[in-house]
């Protein structure tokens, strides 16, 4: 009886430590990994291909909305219809399944983007009122007219629908949007859904917390009881406004018997970073945010960028940054609070953002730490953040060498417009460049960060593990690093060596190649291809008509070349039909020869699989019998093996073999 009690008691102990909004003391970098209409960059599978490099660095993904919105591609998923149905914009739910599988084995989690305030409905019939009815594990699951607010939409679906003879449900709890069907979520059939489909995200899926959308729509009374009874970990509310205290109001209204259950974006620090860096005034990173308010660090997620605020186009400049990104990143990781980078700067500065990330888990700095502002002009600000492991100095501004950290610290990353600090006190070598795939050859400065009088820099690029034997160097010294190594780092105190670090580099010059995209006979003409990068490569939509062909392995493809002739340079297409005909959705990005197949139609549009994989472009190849016999495979660089060791596509008896 007694192991029975403690069992329970355990379990009880451990939901309730989860479902707590956010973690205490929390160290984890948060990912938004995708910006406004990322359909390529984002897509499931391409998101999955990047899990070692993502692992490494960040702790949370926050991906698009994955469900069904109507079979609707090039949808965001602002507007969805289905729940259970998880085939998106961005992929199948086989592959959404997979890659958050993935990710999960790496201890990256992943955060569903959970819109609950309004629903989509069918409009079939022009209905405003229609909602799909969904089996989930054999019980049926659908939303009535009853279940959206009696004041939707201004009042005018109540007109409507009191036109028709439908009843809606209780007015708004919270702010209305014309966008959808604002949901009512004191009906007990709008939270028994929405109970059931966050525990599906949650222990079917796999997902490991939620975003929720806009949560200005409803009460926050309700995040209190969805993340009550489903025990998420993580959950953080888009309470879009830049006023702390109403922020901080929100974020208390989540309490569940006095225990705040979600965390929120950090609106107010964003704003204080846009202001700061587009008003050339930083003393302006003083301004309040949660992050900077006694007791609610634990719960701000803070970022600099979103898919919202992002500038988009000419015609949608939305509110974004409009400089110095890499100073408001610095700022941004080397704060408490949980930070989320956006995946359009992560994209653009990765190398640099990964070293800040480095230097924030050095320091162990966390969602609680204390921070003190050693120093703020409008050409420089400075703060002092104390982690577990070590203090971190961040300087961001026009000028960040005006400031001057004191000889207890060491500077361990210098990029424009901003400087960080590691304290001696933390105890650690360090190099100035993240792991990672370089272009050329380039210099890292390797660094004691020691109280040691006498410490020295050891170093190996084979993989060793550094001794008092390695090669040694004075802290500060710049090596070069010109082919893929493996550097470790440590500091020589004596004839001790502690404080190792690893860097894996690849060297991998850029060469301007030709990229050739092929396309399967698909049986239908004119075919179009519609290729675009910055400069448009094929024109205006629907791109140019395509006539070269190539057989290749007695099969048609047409084919059409295009230049990279810059490092980081990839572009997009899309297959079609003609104006006004069918068309893929975007397919890319493509940096190196890739083959395209149409297997059928989804949510309107051609579906195009990438096939490289079983591709060799070799045709007619023929087994010399006689000199090598009939057993003998081929590699395609021509060396033979006794049989497949490895995946990859091999030579036999004159065939093709795909090993998978």
Known sequence: MKHIYSTILSLFFATSIMAQGWQNNYGGVML???????????????LEAQADELSSYFDLIWIPQSGNCNNSYNNMGYMPVYYFDQNSSFGTESELRKLISTFKSKNLGVIADVVINHRNNLGVGNSWVDFPKETYKGVD??????????????????????????????????????????????????????????????????????????????????????????GVSFSVGEYWDGNVNTLKSWVDGTKDNGTIMSAAFDFPFRYTVRDAINGNNWT?????????????????VTFVENHDTQYRSATEQQDPIKKDTLAANAFLIAMPGTPCVFLSHWKDYKQEIKNMIDIRKAAGITNTSSYSNFASNTKYYANNVKGSKGNLIVVVGSNPDGYTASSTYVQVAKGYHYRYYLSKSTGTAWADKASGTYTDAFDVTLSAVSQSSDAKVVYTLDGSTPTANSTQVASGTKIRISSSETLKVGILSGSTVSGVITREYTVKPFKAHTATVYLKDPEWSPVY????????????????????????????????????NTAGYSFNIIFNQGSGKLQTADLGPITEDTYFEITGTYGGKLVANDVTSTMTAIDGIKADNVQYGDNAYYTIGGQRVAAPAQKGIYIHNGKKIVVR
């Open 141 to 230: 699951y659908q939303m009535l007219p009853s279940d959206i607010c009696g004041n939707d939409d201004g009042g005018a679906t109540k007109t409507w629908a009191d036109g028709k003879g439908y009843k809606l449900g209780n007015n708004d709890t919270g702010e209305d949007w014309s966008g959808c069907r604002d949901l009512d979520h004191t009906s007990a059939n709008v939270q028994k859904c929405i109970k059931v489909y966050l525990d599906y995200l949650l222990n079917d899926l796999g997902y490991s917390g939620f975003r929720y959308d806009m949560t200005k729509g409803y009460s926050a009374s309700y995040t209190a009881k969805y993340n009550k009874e489903s």
């Open 529 to 564: 291809f519609y290729a675009w990068d910055p400069a448009e490569l094929t024109g205006k939509w629907p791109g140019t008509s395509i006539t070269d062909t190539k057989t290749i392995d007695g099969v048609k493809w047409y084919y059409h070349k295009f230049d990279v």
């Open 284 to 300: 302006k990173l003083a301004n309040s945010s949660l992050m900077s308010q006694s007791g609610y660090s634990r719960y701000a």
């Open 32 to 46: 938004q990994g995708f910006y406004w209409d990322s359909y390529v960059d984002s897509k499931w599978t391409t």
